[in-house]
Every structure is written in C-alpha cells, then in structure tokens.
C-alpha cells in the first residue's frame, strides 16, 4: 500500500484500473488524517507521501516542485486535487 493506497480500491473492485478521481479522493482522505493528526504541520509531514504517489505519472517533476513550496492546507489541497484528476497514471 505504500505509494498505491488505492490498492485496498483495487482489491473490493477486483480491478487493475483507478479512475483519477477516486485516487485524488483517497490521496485527499490520507492529507486530510494527517492534517488532524498533526495540526498543519501534517502539510509538511505528508509530503513524503506525495512525492511516492505521484511516482511515474506524467508531470509528477513539476508536481513535487509545488508541494515542496507550500505549506498551506488549502494550497496542497488544490494542488493534490488539480494534479491527481488530472493524471492518468
């Protein structure tokens, strides 16, 4: 499950395919945990992450570049949301 968290999706679906829009969901649920976890500091903590999701997907260079910069909630929100329904991989 590490870098593919919608494994558990694939698995109760018996698909190899994830709709974009679900892996944004899922990725937004786990920022969204640490955020309460953590308090803001989770933005920061959770960027390890991030960079492991976006792993091969088409832009994922560019997309590490602006999580690397922020550390607003509701600026990686945007981003995650933008770059995860966006990519196809």
Do not use: C
């Amino acid at each position: 499950a590490i870098g593919a968290p919608w494994i558990f999706y694939q698995l109760s679906n018996m698909s190899d395919e994830v709709d974009s829009d679900v892996k944004a969901k899922i990725v937004l649920a786990h920022l969204d945990a640490m955020v309460e976890f953590y308090g803001e500091y989770g933005v920061v903590k959770f960027r390890k992450h991030l960079h492991t999701y976006a792993k091969k997907a088409t832009g994922a260079k560019e997309f590490r570049e602006k999580v690397n910069k922020t550390s607003s909630y509701k600026d990686i929100r945007e981003i995650v949301q933008e770059f995860f329904k966006a990519s196809t991989n």
